[in-house]
């Protein structure tokens, strides 16, 4: 189905992550990020073609987060687009762009400060429905635990991490919360220096299952092996059994360590060797971005013979949205 | 750029209304989604991925509002993204769908959703959060002295004057008096608007579009399954997107950098989606325009960035009867257009079904006799993104 299309590379990576960043606002982190990513490839942003971020008006405290955003991204005068459903799928739209002909490139944004935001838990709580998840005061680390407790009562080991949060997280499980903004630049094989590129894409596959936590199954991942099961019908050579190394945003080390048993992958496959999600500062929101530009920078550190990462995220509470997205060091292998 | 063609078969949309107590959010969403289905002809089954429009949570309520909905939607297990560019999310949508289509991984699309923002207690108190809080949110700014800003400088740099816009409430809401789902049904008189409350001068009531509620879906499909379908859908033959500048105090003043009386950014995108089109003399080769203009000062130069009158020059063509039903050239907002109907995640989304509509044949009442090639057009921010489009009923040269 995608033969005829052409090759998408990601020519362009910069990450910003810090626990909490006082002296620059949000703005200015953006704008340090896309200025930083233009610079290493000799570009501005006159020479992009169309620009897709990905935030969170919640989390941002913006009403419209693209408003303030879209100047320091670069977007001014250009197609700029905010895919709000997570900073991954900003990552998938900007692929899809390319591969439906908009232009050369694009520059892909995701972030979130909620050092900024005088209550990030209370932006978590107003992401529920005000009928009865809203009343029970539901939010991603309580998704977490239940998601967590079901896999520990399925015979899981819980882990020796202190302090717990919420049964059976404890510190060490949970992911470390910060202040991120990435960019990266894609491109379109024929309009960059071949050797530029930092990785190929090679698909991606992304879904969101049911709102309800009742009515799901929360640790049979149904989101995430629907999206492999996107990109292994259409790019059969992208599936896990090729992969080298994974990088997960899992909403817990629990969930980290039940995906990549869940998933058909090959002995020896490198998982999240970029970092424990206690030790990398990020937000739910921008998460999965974040793992997979760890996917990205993976591939030059790859062993030999080793040639393919997929980066994996989940948005929503409990893995309700996953997407994947695979990469590779040379393209279509 | 060439083009991949991209067709339209489903157009639903529900009866605009101020308040509905009858439905939760995402049953209303539900019913968009339902509607275009129906229109279409296909069940949720048949659909490939959701692209889902809400423009700020913060109007519903509810954060990440697009995660309440998935199942209402019936995209549990599809590809689902939402988009949020502001005002112009509805569109900016149906152009990501396009997107999903063009691509080559899908045949199917479906983008549906809806709005209620008069269940927020002040959707302008809202709305001036949008600014920055430094500095030009404690103006205080909200869209309707923003655009008030706009109209001023028209009237000054055009000589244009209140009656100019009343022209355009006049008109849209005749039009609206024809659209059986328009918010906004009864006719009024230049005297009537005129003599409305002032809001912020010189905008009025009776220049303001309504705080509405309701919802709307759109199917797109590849040609390739038009074809295999024996499918007639209306075409998407070219589509623009462009942004502004955010700092309204960028386009006022001896170093603006762009004049807050014009939309010079939009008539940007207007001309990368007639260019893709084969569209080189829009008045003579456009039937029908569905242009996103919430208050009538607004529609005077949107008129003006599509190409339909030269600067300053729409008020003249109006007072004519240019742009209304029955009337000469090109008719703008037949269905009354956003001054009469503002959903705000689906305002845009309604533009461009409005359009489809008109070029298969299908939009009873306020029909534009003959209608083959549409243009549509939304705004998201503080006139800030813009998104345009042109359609048609074939695929031949426009």
Request: charged fraction near 20%; charge should be negative.
């Given at each position: 189905m995608m033969g005829n299309k052409p090759g998408v590379a990601v020519v362009a990576s910069v990450t910003i992550a810090v626990a909490s960043e006082s002296t620059k606002s949000l703005e200015e982190m953006i704008f340090e990020a896309s200025n930083s990513a233009l610079n290493s490839l000799g570009l501005t942003a006159m020479d992009i073609d169309s620009f897709v971020l990905g935030g969170n008006d919640q989390i941002d405290g913006r009403v419209i987060s693209i408003m303030p955003s879209t100047g320091p991204a670069g977007g001014v005068g250009k197609d700029t687009t905010m895919i709000a459903s997570s900073?991954?799928?900003?990552?998938?739209?900007?692929?899809?762009?390319?591969?439906?002909?908009?232009?050369?490139?694009?520059?892909?944004?995701?972030?979130?400060?909620?050092?900024e935001s005088v209550d990030p838990d209370r932006a978590e709580l107003m992401s529920c429905e005000p009928f009865l998840l809203r009343q029970i005061g539901m939010n991603n680390t309580i998704a977490a635990a239940l998601q967590a407790s079901k896999l520990v009562s399925q015979g899981l080991e819980t882990s020796n991490s202190t302090g717990k949060f919420a049964w059976p997280l404890g510190d060490r499980d949970l992911p470390a919360r910060g202040d991120s903004v990435y960019a990266l630049v894609l491109a379109v094989e024929g309009s960059f220096t071949p050797g530029e590129e930092i990785a190929w894409i090679e698909d991606a596959g992304w879904t969101t299952m049911s709102y309800e936590l009742g009515s799901r199954d929360l640790i049979d991942f149904s989101a995430l092996k629907i999206a492999i099961e996107q990109i292994s019908n259409r790019t059969?050579?992208?599936?896990?059994?090729?992969?080298?190394?994974?990088?997960?945003?899992?909403?817990?080390?629990?969930?980290?360590?039940?995906?990549?048993?869940?998933?058909e992958l090959k002995p020896g496959v490198e998982i999240n060797k970029s970092g424990a999600l206690a030790d990398l500062p990020t937000?739910?929101?921008?998460?999965?971005?974040?793992?997979?530009?760890?996917?990205?920078?993976?591939?030059?550190?790859?062993?030999?013979?080793?040639?393919?990462?997929a980066g994996i995220g989940f948005n929503g509470f409990a893995g309700q949205g996953a997407a994947v997205v695979v990469f590779s060091g040379s393209k279509g292998e | 750029m060439t083009l991949v063609n991209v067709g339209i078969i489903g157009f639903g949309q529900s009866k605009f209304v101020r308040t509905r107590v009858d439905v939760?959010?995402?049953?209303?969403?539900?019913?968009?989604?339902?509607?275009?289905?129906?229109?279409?002809?296909?069940?949720?089954?048949?659909?490939?991925?959701?692209?889902?429009?809400?423009?700020?949570?913060?109007?519903?309520?509810?954060?990440?509002?697009?995660?309440?909905?998935?199942?209402?939607l019936g995209a549990v297990g599809k590809p689902f993204m939402r988009v949020n560019n502001g005002g112009a999310t509805g569109m900016s949508a149906?152009?990501?769908?396009?997107?999903?289509?063009?691509?080559?991984?899908?045949?199917?699309?479906?983008?549906?959703g809806a709005d209620r923002v008069s269940e927020s207690s002040s959707a302008q108190s809202v709305l001036n959060k949008m600014w920055d809080v430094g500095y030009e949110r404690a103006m205080p700014l909200n869209t309707i002295t923003m655009l008030a800003l706009s109209a001023q400088r028209y009237m000054h740099l055009?000589?244009?004057?209140?009656?100019?816009?009343?022209?355009?409430?006049?008109?849209?809401?005749?039009?609206?008096?024809?659209?059986?789902?328009?918010?906004?049904?009864?006719?009024?008189?230049?005297?009537?608007?005129?003599?409305?409350?002032?809001?912020?001068?010189?905008?009025?009531l009776m220049d303001a579009c309504p705080a509405s509620t309701g919802a709307a879906g759109l199917v797109l499909?590849?040609?390739?399954?038009?074809?295999?379908?024996?499918?007639?859908?209306?075409?998407?033959?070219?589509?623009?997107?462009?942004?502004?500048?955010?700092?309204?105090?960028?386009?006022?003043?001896?170093?603006?950098?762009g004049d807050h009386a014009d939309a010079d950014a939009l008539a940007v995108a207007f001309q990368l989606a007639y260019d893709q089109a084969g569209v080189s003399n829009p008045r003579e080769q456009i039937d029908v325009a569905e242009i996103y203009a919430p208050f009538s000062s607004v529609e005077l130069h949107v008129i003006e960035a599509a190409g339909l009158a030269d600067k300053g020059k729409s008020p003249a063509g109006l007072a004519k009867g240019d742009f209304t039903l029955g009337g000469n050239g090109v008719t703008v907002n037949p269905s009354g257009g956003t001054q009469c109907t503002n959903p705000i995640a689906v305002t845009g989304l309604v533009r461009v079904g409005?359009?489809?509509?008109?070029?298969?044949?299908?939009?009873?009442?306020?029909?534009?006799?003959?209608?083959r090639v549409a243009i549509a057009s939304a705004i998201g921010g503080d006139h800030q993104f813009y998104s345009t489009m042109v359609i048609c009923s074939d695929l031949e040269e426009i």
């Open positions: 900073a991954d799928h900003a990552l998938i739209y900007g692929y899809l762009r390319l591969l439906a002909g908009q232009g050369k490139n694009v520059l892909v944004m995701g972030w979130a400060k909620p050092s059969p050579h992208a599936s896990p059994k090729n992969w080298d190394a994974i990088e997960i945003a899992g909403d817990s080390e629990f969930t980290v360590r039940s995906v990549s048993r869940e998933i937000s739910p929101f921008v998460s999965g971005l974040a793992r997979m530009v760890m996917a990205i920078n993976r591939i030059k550190h790859l062993p030999a013979g080793a040639n393919m990462v | 939760t959010f995402p049953e209303l969403v539900r019913e968009g989604a339902i509607m275009a289905l129906e229109d279409a002809g296909i069940s949720i089954d048949d659909v490939d991925a959701v692209v889902y429009p809400l423009a700020p949570d913060a109007l519903i309520g509810v954060g990440n509002g697009e995660r309440w909905v998935i199942d209402a149906v152009l990501t769908a396009w997107t999903h289509i063009a691509s080559g991984l899908f045949d199917v699309v479906l983008v549906a055009y000589n244009s004057d209140e009656t100019d816009m009343a022209m355009v409430s006049v008109k849209n809401r005749y039009h609206a008096s024809l659209n059986p789902n328009a918010h906004l049904q009864t006719t009024v008189t230049i005297e009537e608007v005129l003599a409305s409350r002032t809001l912020a001068w010189p905008l009025k499909v590849s040609e390739r399954y038009a074809k295999k379908n024996s499918l007639k859908p209306a075409w998407i033959r070219g589509l623009g997107q462009n942004s502004e500048t955010y700092w309204m105090g960028n386009r006022v003043g001896p170093k603006a950098i409005e359009a489809v509509n008109q070029v298969l044949g299908r939009a009873g009442a306020h029909q534009v006799d003959g209608a």
